[in-house]
């Protein structure tokens, strides 16, 4: 921490363009400070540091919420002793109810405050409740240019039903915590397994099988080959297929999955074009 210069401060669940604008305005010595509640869904944890080349560093929300403006710029100033400049959203607030703005910052800090004005995609403010909503009516798409990746998920392989391998197609089973899961249905997906580095062309379930046993399920089918997953598997967001449907015959459901396996390899071969 000793020589950071500059620090950007916010919750910054999503990583997403907004927040992206104000880690922009940091230097090479510039580090983002995450004030963590405890809620994020959709960077939860040290998922965060996968979004930015700056060091991150974690502030717990309940551990500082009772500091007013002063006693918060005075732990920053301790924990950064070379803080020249602090960026933070139009919307900041902090210290004790919230009760300060950046104008109390401005007043409390003797260094540079930066504040990044609002961030609009299609004349459309970005915040995270706004890329929780899009991914819960399952407009991936839309969550994605919010967010200016893919949204991802990370889920630790669990036993499946075994219908995939024995009558359906083969699929990855997920147990995943801590991130908000899309609506319901099949998508366009990429599948990343274990610590490989690279991505896997997929079709993913989020759901219960209605057409089965009633169970919910966050599973993948790769579509470039079997392979074997020992312990992990990240799924990544393209494009929203249908909606989870019931079927009244396997034979039905099988028909269903080739026509998703289908839509799913011909939108990821115009994407890799």
């Known amino acids: 921490m000793k020589e950071i210069t500059s620090i950007a401060i916010g919750g910054f ?14 230097g090479c010595d510039g580090a983002v400070v995450v004030i963590d509640t405890g809620y994020a869904n959709l960077t939860p944890h040290e ?5 930015t080349d700056h060091k991150i560093f974690f502030f717990n929300l ?12 005075k732990l920053l100033c301790k924990e950064f002793p070379k803080l020249q400049k602090i960026v933070v959203g139009y919307d900041f607030h902090f210290g004790k109810d ?3 703005s950046y104008d109390d910052l401005k007043e409390l800090f003797d260094g540079e405050v930066v ?19 899009k991914l819960q009516l399952g407009d991936v798409k839309g969550a994605n240019e919010f967010l200016g990746h893919n949204y991802t998920i990370v889920g630790e392989k669990i036993q499946g039903q075994g219908l995939g391998s024995s009558e359906l197609f083969a699929t990855i089973n997920l147990k995943v915590k801590d991130f ?26 989020i759901g219960h099988r209605v057409s089965t046993d009633g169970s919910f399920a966050v599973e993948t089918h790769i579509l470039d080959g079997e392979v074997i997953c020992k312990e992990k598997a990240e799924i990544s967001f393209v494009d929203f297929i249908r909606d989870n449907e019931k079927f009244e015959s396997m034979e039905a459901l ?4 080739q026509k998703d396996i289908a839509k799913a390899a011909k939108e990821l071969k115009f994407l890799a074009l």
């Open 180 to 205: 908000l899961l899309p609506k319901e249905g099949v998508y366009v997906t990429t599948t990343r397994i274990d610590d490989e580095e690279h991505y896997h062309p997929s079709v993913s379930f």
């Open 254 to 257: 099988k028909e269903a999955i």
């Open 98 to 100: 919230r009760k300060y």
């Open 47 to 51: 998922y965060r540091k996968r979004y």
């Open 13 to 26: 669940d999503g990583m997403h363009i907004g927040h992206q604008a104000l880690f922009n305005e940091l």
């Open 115 to 133: 504040v990044v004005e609002e961030v609009k995609h299609n004349n459309d403010s970005v915040h995270s409740h706004k890329i929780r909503a």
């Open 62 to 73: 309940e551990d500082i919420r009772h500091l007013d403006g002063e006693g918060f710029v």
